[in-house]
């Protein structure tokens, strides 16, 4: 069974780390060992994640300092920056050992940063005639369709064309990084989905697929594949 990382957020106001029940019930379900990653600072303790963990799971949360991909604030609201430098150089120590990587929501955002990638800083004011991007919905109910690009990886776990999927994002990624391509677009334009040319699974969605994967068989999929490229060592 892989052990698979799982970033959490950082409360400062309470002083806690919290994460949500869904990634950690979604990975056992999958046949993987959850395990929860505080932000660190020490390096050397970054470097032992990385030497034990089969897999890295990067959840939603509150937005990725703007200064960390070349901006001045604008529409950024609450960050925290103890979580994007632990978070970034997690990504980019996994990249290298070609370890696989999935990011969801802000997960994505932190991946195509730290591969050399922008995002809106607030997509309401910064892209003309969006969709609407937060949900008001229940959290596991799809409220826009993506349209899924074939032939990628994110396609091939899908085997569809388009996907009905729940939102709770006012940034997205603006261009892939380099190595990345794009794997799902909104109706509007918005980058949904990206992932590495170059390596065996890296992948990110700006949805929720683990609010989903009860109800919807697709969302289940993409964590399976993602557990059970982990277990593998090749």
Not at 39 to 63: F, M, R, S, W
Not at 119 to 125: A, C, G, K, L, W
Not at 179 to 185: D, I
Request: aromatic fraction near 8%; proline fraction near 6%.
């Amino acid at each position: 069974m892989p052990l698979i990382g799982i970033t959490c957020h950082t409360d400062y106001s309470a002083g806690k780390f919290v994460l949500a029940h869904y990634y950690v019930k979604i990975i056992e379900r999958c046949a993987g060992i959850p395990f929860i990653l505080p932000p660190v600072h020490q390096n050397a303790v970054i470097e032992k994640y990385c030497e034990i963990l089969d897999g890295l799971l990067l959840t939603g949360g509150v937005d990725v300092d703007p200064l960390l991909f070349g901006e001045q604030p604008m529409g950024t609201r609450e960050i925290t920056p103890e979580r994007d430098t632990f978070e970034i150089k997690l990504v980019r120590k996994f990249m290298l050992l070609n370890k696989p990587i999935l990011g969801i929501c802000r997960g994505i955002q932190v991946l195509n940063i730290a591969a050399g990638g922008s995002i809106f800083q607030d997509i309401e004011s910064q892209v003309p005639g969006a969709i609407k991007h937060m949900q008001e919905a229940p959290r596991w109910h799809p409220t826009h369709t993506v349209e899924i690009v074939s032939g990628t990886k994110l396609g091939k776990i899908y085997q569809a064309p388009k996907a009905v999927v729940n939102t709770f994002h006012h940034q997205a990624v603006k261009v892939a990084a380099p190595g990345f391509c794009v794997s799902a677009v909104a109706a509007d334009g918005i980058i949904e989905a990206i992932e590495s040319l170059k390596h065996k699974f890296i992948i990110g969605v700006q949805w929720h697929p683990e609010h989903m994967v009860f109800r919807d068989k697709a969302s289940l999929k993409l964590f399976k594949a993602f557990v059970d490229t982990s277990s593998s060592r090749d």
